[in-house]
């Protein structure tokens, strides 16, 4: 099970920090995700860390301005957004999945599991 919270109203050029916390896998073993899906529009890949090196990716509109980190003593994912934009404005949600593949990162459905999502609005 996945819990993510930390979303909220901020301004354009504000910062939210998104949490996510893991039940139930042995999180340390699992690739875990940030997507997001505006409305009218298809989930889209954010971030992703790998389990092993804590390795992260990221989507090329959010380089530079989102870090991803995990906290496996926490089971904890975290999303830190800076310099946000009124483009940003989605749900987030968190994703996992143990066995899947770098190239595969980007791709919604080669995750097992998902959170509820949170809720980001950034206004202009």
């Known amino acids: 099970q996945l819990q993510a919270s930390g979303g909220g109203l901020v301004q354009a050029g504000g910062s939210l920090r998104l949490s996510c916390v893991a039940s139930?896998?042995?999180?340390?073993?699992?690739?875990m995700a940030w997507f997001r899906q505006a409305p009218g529009k298809e989930r889209e890949f954010v971030s992703a860390?790998?389990?092993?090196?804590?390795?992260?990716s990221y989507q090329d509109s959010v380089k530079g301005r989102f870090v991803i980190s995990r906290d496996n003593a926490k089971n904890t994912v975290y999303l830190q957004m800076n310099s946000l934009k009124p483009e940003d404005t989605a749900v987030y949600y968190c994703?996992?999945?143990?066995?899947?593949?770098?190239?595969?990162?980007?791709?919604?459905?080669?995750?097992?599991?998902w959170g509820q999502g949170t809720q980001v609005t950034v206004s202009s």
């Open positions: 139930g896998v042995s999180f340390r073993t699992y690739v």
């Open positions: 994703a996992a999945d143990r066995q899947i593949i770098v190239c595969s990162y980007s791709r919604p459905e080669a995750y097992d599991y």
């Open positions: 860390i790998k389990a092993s090196d804590s390795r992260p």
